[in-house]
């Protein structure tokens, strides 16, 4: 099963709204990653956050991690038409070399 | 990009026939991976490698194989392709900081295989 799992599957906003991904996960981890993927490409690394950490910004990305609930949050601000794409968390375990990607959520930004 | 390269980038083949899979790096890190990707599943790990000739399986690995001779190259065989191997295949690498913490994974441009 993976280790990370997204909610909402899809999400369609508005530009210049904000748009909130959640990611669950199951074990204990060494830390959270997110990545973006453009249709057709491979994956983007936009941020990550180690299991020490509770919050990080990177410009227009805030995530948080909550190790006691096993959640995370990406938060973009003021999205843009260019945002459109599918957002994945991913987990590395304590100890682990593997990172475990979950399902991703569909973001779709309109201008 | 980092320079990670994948060859073929698209493949169709027959279902019984071997299939092999190259990436390539140029950014001498440690580890690399191979991923596939199908819809509702995201991205499943089937191998990754550590160091040269360091493999260990994924969690869908069945039905595939690896090997890494050089640092700069990792080959994914699909040793009898079935048409459930039909997918988008990634690979990845990534460095370690040394410090436990794993850093983020640069992707390759993936490999679309279709197998009939």
């Given at each position: 099963s993976q280790q990370g799992e997204e909610d909402p599957q899809a999400l369609s906003i508005q530009e210049g709204?904000?748009?909130?991904?959640?990611?669950?996960?199951?074990t204990s981890i060494n830390n959270l990653q997110w990545y973006r993927q453009n249709s057709g490409r491979g994956l983007v690394h936009l941020?990550?956050?180690r299991s020490n950490e509770r919050e990080k910004h990177s410009g227009r990305l805030r995530v948080t991690l909550d190790t006691s609930k096993k959640s995370s949050s990406l938060l973009i601000t003021a999205s843009r038409a260019a945002d459109t794409a599918s957002y994945f968390c991913a987990t590395v375990n304590t100890g682990g070399f593997k990172t475990i990607f979950g399902?991703?959520?569909r973001l779709f930004v309109k201008a | 990009d980092a320079g990670i390269t994948q060859s073929p980038r698209h493949k169709v083949t027959e279902t019984g026939t071997p299939v092999t899979l190259r990436c390539h790096q140029t950014e001498n890190h440690r580890y690399m991976y191979?991923?596939?990707?199908?819809?509702g599943h995201g991205l499943r790990l089937i191998h990754y490698s550590y160091?040269?000739?360091?493999t260990d399986k994924g969690e869908v690995s069945d039905g595939y194989s690896v090997s890494r001779s050089k640092t700069e190259d990792f080959l994914l065989t699909l040793e009898s392709a079935t048409s459930s191997q039909t997918s988008v295949y990634f690979c990845a690498i990534s460095a370690s900081t040394g410090e436990g913490f794993y850093n983020e994974q640069f992707f390759g441009p993936g490999t679309r295989l279709t197998v009939l």
């Open positions: 709204e904000n748009a909130t991904m959640n990611c669950s996960y199951k941020i990550l956050i399902a991703g959520t | 191979w991923y596939r990707q199908d819809p160091g040269v000739k360091d």
